[in-house]
């Protein structure tokens, strides 16, 4: 009883939230619930093969072998795609992808064929000769071919998972920082937790290859190795389903808040402005040499003085075609040919301030980069280079800092008030973003601000 309930326990929480999600997506039509749903089927459907196996349902125990090899080389691609879907604009035009379902497709039905060409007393003697042990090999042809596909799949699987998830991770960060630009008030807008379970998975992917190099039949030996296992990836699997359950945002929340036709101009956006870091530093290094030339040019020319004094104008001259020493003022017009974009830049800035500082904007509950341009009427471009660029930080990071120096304000003034009345007139719509975001920037809780105000004060 408790072997059958620990062999089936990750299909029956995976078919759990098969029925969740799907419900999710019939209220909500949502694509990205759809291919959460999608992935989650399939896992119930690996775990299937894997309760079959261990119980030793030899009936039909090839037809589980194909699906569960099949299921095993879909699971991650297909959360992959469920990233992508959640985080990629262009992507969520895309109904499905060939490459996410192809290595298995072809893994499945080979694996599929080769069963079917064994004899009946082949197809009995490999289940129950290589499917349960790890040291045979097979003494036919077809018997050979299936054990080399197998370890072929093992190889395959181990590439993927790596991949996958840090691939996912990177494409989650960057949704999040995107989140960060458009977005002031972000405690809903991002997949923190998405992402701090796939810094678990990052560690379980370790046990899912060792657990793959092992076999299934190393675990048909032990069943407390089989437990631990079993119940990890049970847990880990309920971890991350009731984070997808729960993520309620997305790329299609962006397209709705007309922000992502900006997506293409911020990519463009932050290489220009990485160009223009490189342009400046590489003006100063090229000022640098070539002082460092016209040292060395000075210095040459004064040793030579004593032997050609009278051609002293002409060798100097020599010496700076040779040496390609340019004069200061090409240099300055050099290092100039980006100053009027500069000085746009730091002019919308200085004015996005102002405007900030005068009219108060950043009180308003759920203030987003879309109300920025609308007050200043400009484009998206402008102001994304003038807070990016110009102010060095996200759109996000400078709405609640000015949110802070507010309430610093107000504690000065009124440091008996309450803190959801603080918060909130500070233009915080949570408490706890307001705590993480005061902590933050003052390296104090409110309370200990308030306490050495006190101090200050006696």
């Known amino acids: 009883?408790?072997?059958?309930?620990?062999?089936?326990?990750?299909?029956i929480v995976c078919l759990f939230w098969t029925a969740i999600l799907w419900m999710d997506w019939r209220r909500e039509q949502s694509v990205v619930k759809l291919r959460l749903m999608v992935f989650s089927s399939v896992v119930c459907l690996l775990y299937v093969g894997h309760y079959v196996y261990f119980n030793k349902v030899y009936e039909v125990l090839p037809v589980s072998d194909v699906i569960y090899s099949m299921s095993n080389l879909l699971v991650y691609p297909l959360f992959f795609l469920y990233v992508k879907q959640l985080t990629d604009a262009e992507w969520s035009k895309r109904k499905w992808c060939a490459w996410a379902v192809l290595p298995a497709l072809l893994v499945g039905m080979t694996m599929g064929g080769l069963f079917l060409m064994m004899s009946p007393e082949e197809l009995n003697y490999y289940v129950v000769n290589q499917l349960y042990t790890t040291d045979y090999i097979g003494h036919t042809p077809i018997m050979?071919?299936?054990?080399?596909?197998?370890?072929?799949?093992?190889?395959?699987?181990?590439?993927?998972?790596?991949?996958?998830?840090?691939?996912?991770?990177?494409?989650?960060?960057?949704?999040?920082?995107?989140?960060?630009?458009?977005?002031?008030?972000?405690?809903?807008?991002?997949?923190?937790?998405?992402?701090?379970?796939?810094?678990?998975?990052?560690f379980a992917c370790v046990l899912s290859v060792v657990v793959n190099v092992l076999g299934r039949s190393f675990f048909s030996q032990s069943q407390v190795a089989l437990g631990v296992v079993s119940v990890g990836f049970t847990l880990l699997l309920f971890m991350l389903l009731y984070a997808g359950h729960n993520q309620n945002f997305s790329v299609e929340d962006m397209v709705k808040d007309d922000l992502v036709p900006a997506l293409e101009e911020e990519e463009c956006m932050e290489c220009e402005g990485e160009c223009m870091r490189s342009e400046e530093e590489s003006v100063e290094s090229e000022g640098e040499r070539m002082r460092s030339e016209k040292e060395s040019v000075e210095c040459e020319v004064e040793c030579m003085g004593s032997e050609v004094d009278s051609?002293?104008?002409?060798?100097?001259?020599?010496?700076?075609?040779k040496t390609g020493v340019k004069t200061p003022e090409a240099v300055n017009v050099w290092a100039k040919r980006n100053v009027p974009i500069r000085e746009q830049i730091e002019k919308l800035r200085t004015e996005i301030?102002?405007?900030?500082?005068?009219?108060?904007?950043?009180?308003?509950?759920?203030?987003?980069?879309?109300?920025?341009?609308?007050?200043?009427k400009t484009n998206r471009e402008y102001v994304y280079r003038a807070v990016n660029v110009g102010m060095g930080m996200s759109f996000s990071q400078m709405v609640n800092r000015k949110r802070i120096e507010y309430a610093l304000e107000l504690l000065k003034k009124?440091?008996?008030?309450?803190?959801?009345?603080?918060?909130?007139?500070?233009?915080?719509?949570?408490?706890?973003?307001?705590?993480?975001?005061?902590?933050?920037y003052t390296g104090k809780s409110p309370k200990a601000f308030v306490q050495d105000i006190d101090v200050n004060l006696l």
Do not use: C, W
């Open 1 to 11: 009883m408790i072997f059958t309930l620990i062999t089936s326990l990750p299909m």
């Open 144 to 202: 050979r071919a299936q054990y080399l596909l197998h370890e072929g799949a093992k190889v395959l699987f181990a590439i993927q998972v790596v991949s996958v998830l840090l691939a996912s991770y990177r494409k989650l960060k960057k949704f999040d920082e995107m989140a960060e630009n458009y977005y002031a008030d972000t405690e809903e807008r991002n997949t923190q937790t998405i992402r701090s379970t796939i810094m678990v998975m990052l």
């Open 311 to 321: 051609k002293g104008s002409k060798e100097e001259e020599k010496v700076k075609v």
């Open 353 to 376: 301030e102002r405007v900030m500082e005068e009219e108060k904007l950043y009180l308003i509950h759920d203030f987003r980069l879309t109300d920025l341009i609308e007050r200043m």
């Open 414 to 440: 009124q440091p008996d008030i309450d803190i959801s009345e603080l918060y909130s007139a500070a233009g915080f719509t949570s408490q706890a973003v307001f705590y993480r975001n005061f902590k933050s």
